[in-house]
């Protein structure tokens, strides 16, 4: 409306070079301006363009549903207690497999867009290792992670095969340095003797 409004303007004060004034003054590109007039006078009505932002919603492969994102997550984390490496192709096939998902095996830029649209998904989920929540990286790997929270991992671990319903489920852990450590309140041996002593009646008691 404001390049209708100074088109009419400018016009009837017979100024020259009406589209590069109106450009110059709405920092406009002089296409669009000559556009908008066009537009009008040819269907005397003007089409409302969404301004360029990355608020809408965009369509995705994956179904951006709570049942699928539940079916993911329960498969990954079934994958996870056998300790089984899961990547985005191996949801892809899960996907596939269970009907949510249509890809063409045949082209392979079909596949690749499906792989792409797998990993935005995934990556929106915070079971997946390498997402985020609340704006903080998911700590997963030796150099980041520490005993309070392969504790708090762990704890989470038996929850899910509890869910499960698992009796008779084994875990086997190598030797990395978060496997092993001691509760903060474990009495150190620079503590002196009553302090110590304090502490052992506390606990047989």
Not at 126 to 146: E, Q, R
Not at 172 to 181: E, I
Request: charged residues 25%; positive net charge.
């Amino acid at each position: 409306m404001d390049i209708l409004w100074l088109q009419a303007t400018l016009r009837y004060t017979n100024t020259e070079d009406v589209a590069g004034v109106v450009s110059q003054l709405l920092g406009r590109a002089r296409k669009t301006v000559k556009g908008v007039l066009a537009e009008y006078l040819a269907t005397h009505n003007l089409s409302v363009v969404q301004p360029p932002s990355n608020t809408t919603k965009h369509h995705s492969r994956v179904p951006d549903t709570h049942a699928v994102r539940a079916l993911v997550q329960r498969f990954i984390r079934d994958r996870c207690v056998t300790r089984t490496r899961t990547v985005a192709k191996d949801v892809l096939s899960y996907l596939v497999e269970n009907h949510v998902m249509a890809v063409d095996d045949r082209k392979v830029k079909d596949y690749a867009a499906c792989l792409r649209s797998d990993v935005s998904h995934l990556l929106g989920l915070d079971i997946f290792v390498g997402g985020k929540k609340n704006s903080k990286v998911v700590k997963a790997y030796h150099s980041m992670f520490n005993h309070d929270d392969f504790v708090h991992w762990f704890r989470k671990l038996l929850e899910e095969v509890e869910e499960l319903g698992w009796s008779s489920a084994v875990f086997v852990m190598d030797n990395a340095k978060y496997h092993k450590g001691k509760p903060k309140s474990t009495p150190k041996g620079t503590w002196r003797k009553s302090d110590l002593y304090i502490k052992l009646a506390s606990t047989t008691r």
